[in-house]
């Protein structure tokens, strides 16, 4: 059973950086390798979407509200992806949750709180 726990939430002011980690367990180095992983949020009153996504090799993808503030890393030595966040905006403020899917299953993270005061 794959585990997703996420780490690095809190309260930054605007303009602000945060690095968010995601910790995988229950899956092997070479199986997590090859996995696509994805960070989504969701912020008050509204649906989850997604952040933005990294392949196995590396390739990313955000979404426009993100892009050109937020970047996302993986380690697959360390079973983790990373969301490194800038220029944190009062908008950005949600659970964020990483994700991946396997055999058709997808699986999550608890989230971790990010809050910027406006």
């Known amino acids: 059973q794959v585990q997703l726990v996420e780490s690095g939430g809190g309260l930054v002011q605007p303009g602000g950086s945060l690095r968010l980690s995601c910790a995988a367990s229950?899956?092997?180095?070479?199986?997590?390798?090859?996995?696509?992983m994805g960070w989504y949020r969701q912020a008050p009153g509204k649906q989850r979407e997604l952040v933005g996504s990294?392949?196995?090799?590396?390739?990313?993808n955000y979404a426009s509200s993100v892009k050109g503030r937020f970047t996302i890393s993986r380690d697959n030595a360390k079973k983790s992806v990373y969301l490194q966040m800038n220029s944190l905006k009062f908008e950005d403020t949600a659970v964020y949750y990483c994700?991946?899917?396997?055999?058709?299953?997808?699986?999550w993270g608890k989230g971790t709180l990010v809050t910027v005061p406006s």
């Open positions: 994700n991946t899917r396997q055999r058709g299953v997808d699986y």
């Open positions: 990294i392949t196995g090799s590396g390739s990313t």
């Open positions: 229950g899956i092997t180095g070479i199986i997590f390798s090859l996995n696509a």
